[in-house]
């Protein structure tokens, strides 16, 4: 399940800048454009809101209008984030930081410093992002209204959070909730500048998130009975808040208390909540929370013997992870062919009096797609037949570098682990570690990460990382997708079965936690999509071809 921390942080950060007045006394025509900007934002229009947005920024310029130029560049920067161009994101935030300064407007300039680290963080720029949350706490400190102050603190503390949580700091983390949570009790409860639902909504995401943090499996102090008292905590704020609680808020926290009590092998309390979290969904058609909670629940159902309905939500699960797959590459499609619909319609009249010309322009591309196209079969074809080969020849090491590569010249090493103290002994550990992981094929666990094998090999991540670089040649990252590549290879190799399979399922099999990662690394892999591997494998074993 994706941290909750993550998710409203998200949320935080694209909401905010809905908060602030859109008044332009000037031009009314800037106001409607902003407000209709922001609606078309919060619909998924994404791309028609930043076409606004500019238009709002020039109209904004050309009469001098501050206040709008820096809520148009403010957004603007938050709808690029939404489609993860974060560099273009960023390059705007230098204008909303020039016009934050312009008015003075340090709570703006907290928000921006704040929305700044975190897209430093996506971009795995760890010390920007960091130095970023320093200045967002400078220029929160300033800001004149108290309610705001504190609530913008508590915003800071509070993302300073997952920043702490994606370096694996467990101290820092809760540390920083706990300032968070200390910054927004101090609002007032009958604030005119901060509503009370604010207030509260954070103060039940703050003790959700403590309450996760506190029994993650990744935190080497875990204390079941604190979890479930923060949990406990954050159920009587929502209940007591139920009619002006975030129904988004509700969901987050009865999808966090099922993983819970799955976790802690309360089933049925868990299934009380996994119940609640789906009967909520169904007026908010939240997928991808709904995909979680149906895996969640065939697993409480499952754990209580309740097979039936362990199957139930288990299909359900697999029907929606497809229907999500689908719907995500419609997505991507569909901006395409409107925007080719669009041409056409512009460019109609154009098309009737060039159309000898286009017609010759087309035979020549046609030509020339064909051409290109058999020569790209016949590359692609020479790498199927160098796997194959590959596959047959011992010791039967599918891919240069991978995770076939077992034995290890240890003598001739040795200097290279004295850079980091580790002992020969140590070193022996680790590799014969790492053959057993390879051998029992635990690779193909979807929950495998470097602190997973960090564990599992009793050993510390500093030297994980060397061991793999030094003995392996590879990242964590590589080493896993090789080993899970390598796997599914020679699993379609051998048994004709998995070629039936689709390859959503295939991604599962190997350990991908989704179809598209799965493809995008078996094609860096071998050259060669999975589907092509596939269908040269069938139609190979038809024609009788050795394979």
Known sequence: ???????????????????????????????????KAISLGKAGKTQESITILQRVIHLSKSIGCLQHELNG????????????????????????????????????????YTTRATLYNYLSLNDQSFKEYKQAEKYAQLISNTDQRHYELSMIYYNLATYYQGQLDYPNTIASLVKSEREIQKVQDNSTDIGLEKKMDMLLSINMNLGILSFGKENPQKDIKLAESYFLKALDIQKNMSENMSTFTKIDLFSALLEFYYKKKDYRKGIEYGEKALTL??????????????????????GINETAASEKYLNLYSKLNDSINAVEKIAVEEPIKQIVSE?????????????????????????????????????????????????????HKVLSGNSALKTVQFENNTHKSKSINITDETIENLLSGLEKFERLKLFTRQDVNSAYLT????????????????YKGKTFSQYINDLRIDYIIRLLYEDPKYREYKISYLAGVCGFSSR??????????????????????????????TS
């Open 1 to 35: 399940m994706k941290s909750p921390l993550i998710i409203l942080l998200l949320f935080f950060i694209f909401q905010i800048s809905n908060t602030y007045p859109a008044t332009c006394p000037q031009n009314k025509e800037i106001d409607i454009l902003y407000q």
């Open 73 to 112: 560049n403010d957004k603007l920067m938050r709808q690029y984030a939404k489609l993860h161009e974060y560099q273009k994101a960023l390059h705007i935030s230098t204008e909303v930081e020039r016009l934050a300064f312009l008015l003075k407007d340090y709570r703006q300039l907290s928000i921006l």
């Open 281 to 302: 969904e169904k007026s908010h058609k939240m997928p991808y929370n709904r995909r979680v909670v149906y895996m969640v629940l065939a697993k409480c159902y499952l």
């Open 343 to 395: 041409s056409t319609k512009t460019n109609n009249q154009k098309l009737k009096y060039t159309l000898i010309t286009y017609s010759i322009l087309l035979a020549l591309l046609i030509i020339t797609g064909i051409t290109v196209w058999n020569k790209k079969r016949k590359t692609l074809y020479r790498k199927y037949e160098d796997l194959i080969a590959s596959l047959q020849s011992p010791p």
């Open 455 to 470: 564990n599992y090999l009793n050993t510390n991540s500093k030297y994980l990382t060397e061991i793999l670089r030094q």
């Open 516 to 545: 598209e990662i799965f493809t995008i690394t078996f094609k860096k892999n071998t050259g060669i999509s999975p589907s092509y591997f596939i269908n040269e494998l069938n139609l190979n074993s038809k024609t009788g071809k």
